[in-house]
Every structure is written in C-alpha cells, then in structure tokens.
Nanobody, 121 residues
C-alpha cells in the first residue's frame, strides 16, 4: 500500500516563503513522478508542479507558479519538495502531494492527505 506523508505548510505573509515535503513509502518506484496539486476553497483541484524520477528529473510547472515555486527531489529518500517563494494571497489553498507510477501517464495514482497553506495580505 503506497502512502504519501506530507509535511510543511502553515501561515505566511504575502511575499514570504514556505516549503513542503512529501515522502512516498510502501511501493516499488523507479520511473514514477511526484508532484503537487492545490485546491482553494470553492475551486477545483489544480496542478502546481511535478518532477520525474528518471535521470535528469524533468520538471513541469503551472504558469501561475513558474519562477516562484521550485519542485525538487531526493531519490534516496523517495521525497519530493516544493519550495514556494514570493507567495501571494491567491496561493492560499490545501496542497496535495501526488504520485503516478509512470511519469508518462496522465493518471495520478496516489494522493497525500493535504496540507493547508495560507498567505495573508
């Protein structure tokens, strides 16, 4: 049973920074990808960023966070990170870690429990 354990998040003022981490366990991983989604109150869940576990660690970002957020990985720890800088009130949301078993698939197979990020103006 694959499990994703998230940590980080919290309350920060606009312009500040926060970091999230997520560790995967309980599965056999290799050519998977891990990433982050977020869901603001009253809105649908949206993609934020993702990174492949293949050599080179290909990354993708939503346009809304490009240049402000950085996704990275620790292969040995099966952990993905999201460093969020220059945060804006519109970044306020519950952030979910996700994993897909194939980085070439469109389907995200596993999800974390979510962690709240609140950016005050």
């Amino acid at each position: 049973q694959v499990q994703l354990d998230e940590s980080g998040g919290g309350l920060v003022q606009a312009g500040g920074s926060l970091g999230l981490s997520c560790t995967a366990s309980g599965g056999t991983f290799g050519r998977h990808a891990m990433g982050w989604f977020r869901q603001a109150a009253g809105r649908e869940r949206e993609f934020v960023a993702a990174i492949s576990w293949r050599r080179g660690g290909f990354t993708t970002y939503a346009d809304s966070v490009g240049g402000r957020f950085t996704v990275s990985r620790d292969i040995d720890k099966n952990t993905v990170y999201l460093q969020m800088n220059s945060l804006k009130p519109e970044d306020t949301a519950v952030y979910f870690c996700a994993l897909k078993m194939s980085d070439r698939s469109d389907t995200w197979n596993y999800w974390g429990q979510g962690t709240q990020v609140t950016v005050s103006s």
